[in-house]
């Protein structure tokens, strides 16, 4: 997310040079945690870890790039990076590239569903980018064609682990693999998704039984999902079950031209509150319709984004939105960097009203941006949430209102943002996320050596 066109303003943030400093050591800091208006802290951060892990002495310091204000010296600079592109080559080669060459990357398969914006999806492609660091990475859609799956079976040997996202979506083509008696299959790990360990289909039930017992290793988001998945096949398990918290990726493209300018009205006091996800039964957006209609003052502006999935239930949400066109704005799906957009831009507040969560990405997302969240209580939600802390918490659709009502109380709503936003950087880091799968997959390759 950072566009170099020049040796002057590009670089007078730091965010270019702290991007040139993680591509090489990517588990140093978190890149996603930088901001633009912090100048010295970027140029501080990236000037220590060059000498620290490349034994590089800046020819600035951060004193001079402060003093050259948003245009720096265009020699000066130059002739730093010239000189920090060939001590980082130089240090890469010695201590990394004779390795890579005779050690290549292990091959690691990704199995997820692919559906154009479903939570699954953005975990995977977070996922899938953020390995490829240390290791080669295919990620393939779990939905794929059976002719597709059969000649995709003979190419199986040559990954050195899978992940599996969703025990049966993943599952459910993995059962095909494993039904292969001639196919040697390289070990498995599961992640839970969510939905996977509440669904009531017994269909669901066989596969994602008969592929949790194959499994090397088991993963899921919170001790919650923990505890339910070693009561649930406690006599089924052979091995341990590994917490790993969903990472909150904020994309901070600022250059990005946002789509919402003209499409949203705002007379100045509109409040607009996001609700996103597929429109699918397990999410239940008719949920947040009729709580809406409870809502008297008309200031509260629902906006649902999300793709329907549900060919069922897409009439009934048609009508129900038909009926409250004047405060409910439909937009169906966004990019991921739209979505970010329109809770930087528009919301004042988000809600989700899930019968059951794995782990909501666009709560996370919309507490890392300042924006208070209101949830619906499931085991997912509150394994997050800690009511009147860093988020607030529902059952009801009446208690729904009175919390949105709440949310009008200036201290109440700054605490809660505050809070938020601590926890969500401590607990759910990019860096952590990659660095918990780094290690799993080491050892798992390992044991299997």
Known sequence: NVKITN??????????????????????FDYQTLRRDERKINFDLAFRIAEEQAQIHPLLETEDMLKMGNEPDKKC???CIVEMSLKIFDFV???????????????????????????????????????????DIDCIDANMPNNECESFCQLISKYSAIIALHAYRAGHLLTKLYDNASLILPPLIIIFGGTDLHSPEEKWQEIIDNIVQKANK????????????ESKWKNNLKCKVTVIPQAVEILNDYSYISPFEGVLEDSGNKKFILWCGEIRKVKDPLFALRLFSMLSDNKF?????????????????ENEIEKQSTRITYLSGLSQISVQILMRTKCWAFINTSVNEGMCLAMLECMRL???????????????????????????????????????ND?????????ALNYVTRTHSISGETKAYKELLNNLIKEKT
């Open 301 to 317: 502006h629902l906006l649902i984004v999300g793709y329907k999935t549900d060919s069922v239930l897409e009439n009934e949400f």
């Open 218 to 229: 088991l993963v899921c988001f919170n001790n919650e999902w923990k505890n339910i998945i």
């Open 411 to 419: 201290r109440i709503r700054e605490n809660l943002i505050v809070t």
């Open 77 to 79: 600079w130059w002739v």
């Open 93 to 135: 080669q010695k201590h990394f590239l004779s390795s890579h060459i005779v050690k290549p990357k292990n091959k690691i398969l990704l199995i997820s569903s692919l559906r154009k914006g479903s939570g699954n999806t953005a975990t995977a492609n977070r996922l899938s980018h953020n390995l490829r660091a240390y290791f």
């Open 370 to 408: 300042n924006v208070p969240v209101i949830v619906r209580r499931n085991t997912g939600n509150c394994s997050v949430i800690k009511h009147g802390k860093n988020g607030l918490i529902y059952e009801t659709e009446q208690e729904a209102v009175d919390q949105i009502l709440l949310l009008e």
């Open 7 to 28: 040796f002057t303003s590009s670089f007078a943030d730091g965010l270019a040079f702290c991007a040139i400093i993680h591509h090489y050591y990517p588990e140093s």
